[in-house]
């Protein structure tokens, strides 16, 4: 399932838009005030050139008066003038793009760290390469808006509004004319909104959407060519792209009939309107340079309307990324769901403190705990159980038993809604994130391996001393191997790990949880993909821990956790057995009897 947002109208999506703007701009409103003055600047500067122009031509050309000082002041003038306004432009360009190659950066730091902080239960529903087009593609919208769009639109406005006056002040009945052209813009405007908006916004989707099904299919090449399904995924991404095409397709047809061919057009109306009604006049001398003046401002006043219409397809381009940037940053974060669940949470912490009573805290403490992922189907039922600290606890179960449900429920990526959890005490929801982590370790049953050297993926950057590197990869049995690669602890793995084999990286995936020095160390089925020396080793490192570090095991090598304290035994969601291997071992006909005696055929 892909993550997409939800359908929202073009007026809320302007809202989200420019309320992220000026959110990442922020800092730097002071450089957004300063480039708008320089932009008045320069366009009174520009609209008094042809000004100056007209007095030229009425006051001294055509009347013969050859005044040398006063022209040579009128032609420096017109050329000043210019060259201060490109200065200003010029001045206002390096303003708006740093502001705006500024606001990028913000924004981009925004969106990957509260992709960070996201919960498990979004990345359910999310999509990698949508992901990553959030953070690049999406977020460089933002100087989009303001160099392509804001800019020039703001330009020309303040243009179009100078020409106008000086035109008002040349001869009004000449400049209503000019007006007279307005609504005809404005109809362009509102039939391209109507015709390419819902072009636009299919387009930029459509564009996620190759971006997720490229990374899909990258990311898992081996498994697709196994498969012979190259064919299959070539179709369904030519069909993919097909759709962008013609969403795209639909968005040039739109600025092909009605941006810059249609105003084009009322340009030659309109400058054969006023050559016209100058015709019509008895003219003097005095109103040649009015003309002149005039056909000057004319093409100030056409071009600043094509350049306002024609920013109207990048602004729907801009609007509709940069609002679902801002959709994504309103993804509640992992923190802000556990904050729901805070008070009740806290007093089943007080409950479960007062049912240790003088046996002590228990490191994990479940009560009637039961969870769904959708209503109506529950996964979980009535769970309860307590866990002792430094205890070396099993869980184990067929294939949909709720085994992975309630590892997930305990590192937190979903919340607690039926029932409770507590750690040494307190409630998932009511410890702090960092505490948290720093307290419950992970290792998972595919690890995760940087595109780095050992020694940082252990570190994982938390400035880990040698020392501390080194004691955690001991503890994990991994120092060895380590040690033994071309550069020891500075070898870079490559991508995934791909210099080590299957076990390897599995043993740097403790090393790397033992380093974090966590009081409770959870395993996915860490020993499912491995062989069965490498199982062995693991096997001496848990023994290693017990009685210092809280180990859970999720296993479906049940030898793995044959020496556990305890072993519990999942059913359909419900503990159907629990006890050390040789209490289970004796129930006759039980589960774990079952399924351990299934094993060791199968061996």
Not at 460 to 475: D, F, K, N, S, V
Not at 482 to 510: C, F, H, N, P, W
């Amino acid at each position: 399932m892909s993550f997409k947002p939800e359908p929202t109208s073009a007026r809320r999506q302007t809202w989200q838009a420019f309320s992220l703007l000026r959110r990442a701009a922020l800092p730097d409103q002071h450089h957004l005030g300063w480039a708008v003055l320089w932009l008045v600047l320069a366009a009174l500067l520009e609209v008094s050139g042809p000004i100056m122009g007209k007095a030229l031509i009425d006051e001294h050309l055509l009347p013969h008066h050859l005044d040398w000082p006063r022209m040579a002041g009128l032609l420096a003038g017109m050329v000043l003038t210019g060259w201060i306004a490109s200065g200003l432009r010029y001045l206002q360009l390096v303003r708006l793009s740093g502001l705006a190659m500024r606001s990028v950066m913000r924004l981009r730091e925004m969106v990957y760290t509260h992709v960070l902080l996201l919960p498990m239960a979004f990345f359910d529903r999310a999509i990698t390469g949508q992901l990553v087009s959030r953070v690049t593609n999406d977020t460089e919208a933002v100087k989009t808006l303001y160099i392509q769009v804001l800019f020039v639109m703001l330009d020309s406005t303040i243009v179009l509004v100078g020409t106008v006056a000086a035109m008002a002040w040349l001869d009004w009945h000449l400049m209503l004319i000019v007006l007279a052209l307005l609504p005809a813009v404005l109809l362009i405007v509102w039939l391209y909104q109507r015709w390419s908006a819902p072009a636009v916004t299919r387009a930029r989707a459509l564009r996620s959407d190759i971006n997720g099904q490229m990374a899909e299919s990258i990311g898992g090449m081996s498994v697709l060519q196994a498969n012979n399904a190259e064919a299959r995924f070539g179709q369904r991404f030519a069909a993919t792209n097909q759709d962008h095409y013609t969403a795209r397709l639909a968005e040039l047809r739109a600025n092909a009939w009605l941006l810059r061919p249609a105003l084009d057009l009322f340009n030659i109306i309109l400058l054969a309107a006023v050559i016209y009604l100058f015709g019509q006049r008895a003219m003097t001398a005095a109103e040649v340079g009015v003309l002149y003046a005039f056909i000057s401002y004319l093409a100030r006043v056409i071009e600043p309307l094509i350049q306002i219409t024609m920013q109207f397809s990048q602004l729907q381009q801009s609007v509709v990324a940069t609002a679902r940037v801002a959709t994504l940053l309103d993804e509640a974060t992992a923190t802000e769901h556990a904050a729901h669940g805070h008070d009740a949470g806290l007093a089943a912490a007080r409950a479960a403190a007062n049912d240790a009573g003088a046996n002590g805290t228990p490191a994990v403490a479940i009560r009637h705990l039961s969870f769904a992922y959708n209503e109506g189907h529950p996964v979980l039922h009535d769970l309860s159980l307590e866990i002792p600290q430094g205890a070396f606890v099993g869980i184990v179960g067929h294939t949909g038993s709720g085994k992975s449900t309630l590892l997930s429920l305990l590192l937190r990526f979903y919340p607690v809604r039926q029932g409770s959890i507590t750690i040494h005490g307190m409630p998932l929801d009511a410890i702090a994130n960092e505490r948290f982590r720093a307290d419950v370790g992970l290792v998972p049953q595919d690890p995760f391996l940087l595109a780095a050297s050992a020694r940082e993926n252990i570190d994982m950057g938390r400035g880990l001393t040698q020392a501390q590197i080194e004691a955690a990869a001991r503890a994990a049995h991994a120092h060895d191997f380590i040690a033994a690669l071309d550069r020891g602890y500075d070898t870079a793995l490559g991508e995934g790990g791909s210099r080590l084999s299957v076990g390897q990286k599995q043993l740097i995936a403790i090393a790397r949880a033992l380093a974090g020095a966590p009081r409770i160390l959870l395993l996915d089925e860490a020993t499912s993909h491995i062989d069965s020396q490498t199982e062995q080793i693991v096997q001496t490192a848990l023994d290693e821990l017990r009685g210092t570090v809280t180990v859970i095991a999720i296993a479906h090598r049940l030898s793995t956790i044959r020496d556990a304290d305890r072993i519990i035994v999942l059913n359909h969601g419900r503990i159907a057995e629990t006890g050390p291997h040789e209490q289970l071992m004796q129930i006759n006909d039980g589960l774990y009897q079952r399924l351990y005696l299934l094993q060791q055929l199968a061996a």
